[in-house]
């Protein structure tokens, strides 16, 4: 497998998070091969905790080697009171994994009170793929490790309609989210169409002929699982009326290919453009949060139309990035970016598009989507525009 830019903080406990499949488990198993670890996958040791949680402490060594993780932590959440205790009683550190935060969100659990920090794990980047990253596969298929296993042999199509399909049974069902499957497996579908838009939950609504009310708890529902990102508008000291509503990606551009319908009736430009915007998306929060730059992502849309697809912002600046999968650049291409660099002089300019030269363009870098993606670390690494 592939070694991912990745660490945690030392000497600290926490929580990472992030979807199935996105290699949590594998990475710290191999990042701290003689922890002690419990897997709550496991149904004996589920069983064994949910009947008495201080069982945990009678699991672990007196001279813990490295941090205790502990597997799925939101399928017993009693275990965080025993953690606590085990923090402040022995010293004890934790990595606490889960893919389904919603529980320990909104359970009324003991979060160790503010004890643990808060992270993140997310698919393959290009950078960490190197030079086995292929970007049309990538735009096909996205960037679940699995997918890149070579010990592995699975049919891309066959494994992503599987993810979205265990996803709906297993973590929406099974946890008892929702009673409705159809009913949310129409909203899905509906909001699979809105990948990479300005977010109308009205119409998503009418699409899938279900209450506005229960379509807006479906969103955070995907928003709760990790599944679904709200990108919200740019409006920081703005010159210009913008539209109030966040756009809306689901996390990979595989799962989307695998959510979204298509038939001999679909126009595929849209659909392909969408994935594009989507693998851009997702390889900007994986770089920002495994570097820790500390940028907040937006976008930015006036109300007359105008817009950058991608908007960071932080304490080293301001980028904006423009996403365009065609293989000429016109100035209409660039319309949005020169409005936002008139209101923002200080902010950096991007253009990510199809051709395949670099090109420099009245203060805005042009980059072939695939070099720019492989060299997305230095980037956003680049000092602050003066």
């Given amino acids: 497998m592939y070694t991912r830019i990745r660490d945690l903080p030392e000497g600290s406990s926490c929580f990472l998070f992030g979807p199935r499949g996105t290699g949590k488990t594998y990475w ?19 069983t064994q905790l949910l009947a008495d949680p201080q069982r945990l402490g009678d699991r672990l060594p007196a001279d813990c080697p490295g941090p205790v993780i502990i597997d799925e932590v939101q399928r017993v959440p009693e275990l965080l009171n025993e953690a606590h205790r085990l923090m402040e009683s022995r010293g004890l550190r934790f ?8 529980k320990l969100r909104r359970g009324g659990v003991n979060l160790l009170a503010g004890r643990a920090l808060t992270e993140h794990f997310f698919p393959l980047t290009a950078s960490e793929l190197g030079a086995d990253f292929r970007f049309e596969r990538a735009v096909r298929y ?26 709906l049974r297993e973590e929406i069902m099974a946890e008892g989210l929702t009673r409705q499957a159809g009913a949310f497996a129409r909203f899905m579908e509906a909001a699979s169409y809105s990948q990479g838009q300005v977010l109308n939950v009205s119409e998503v609504s009418r699409e899938c002929a279900v209450h506005r009310k229960v379509v807006e708890s479906y969103f955070a529902i995907l928003d709760d699982l990790l599944l679904g990102v709200r990108l919200p508008v740019f409006a920081k000291q703005s010159r210009r009326q913008l539209v109030s509503h966040p756009k809306f990606y689901l996390f990979d551009a595989g799962v989307y290919r695998a959510a979204r319908p298509c038939g001999p009736l679909d126009d595929p430009g849209p659909i392909e453009g ?11 929060r994986a770089t920002n949060q ?11 849309r006036t109300a007359g139309g105008i817009e950058v697809d991608f908007v960071l912002y932080g304490t080293r600046g301001v980028v ?20 936002f660099l008139a209101d923002y002089p200080m902010a950096r300019g991007y253009v990510f598009y199809g051709g395949d030269q670099p090109l420099h363009l009245d203060g805005i870098s042009a980059w072939p989507i695939a070099e720019a993606l492989q060299h997305l670390p230095e980037l956003l690494c680049e000092a602050p525009k003066e």
């Fill in 320 to 339: 904006a990035i423009e996403v365009k999968s065609r293989r000429r650049l016109t100035g209409h291409d660039l319309r949005g970016l020169r409005a």
């Fill in 95 to 102: 990595v606490l994994t889960g893919s389904s935060p919603r």
């Fill in 290 to 300: 495994n570097l820790r730059l500390g940028y907040d992502l937006y976008y930015w």
């Fill in 274 to 284: 969408a994935a594009i915007e989507t693998l851009v998306f997702q390889e900007l």
């Fill in 28 to 46: 710290l198993r191999h990042a701290f091969p003689t922890a002690p670890y419990v897997d709550l996958l496991e149904a004996r040791t589920v």
């Fill in 142 to 167: 996205g960037m679940l490790p699995t997918l890149y296993d070579s010990a592995k042999t699975v049919v891309p199509e066959q494994y992503l309609a599987a993810y979205v399909e265990t996803y």
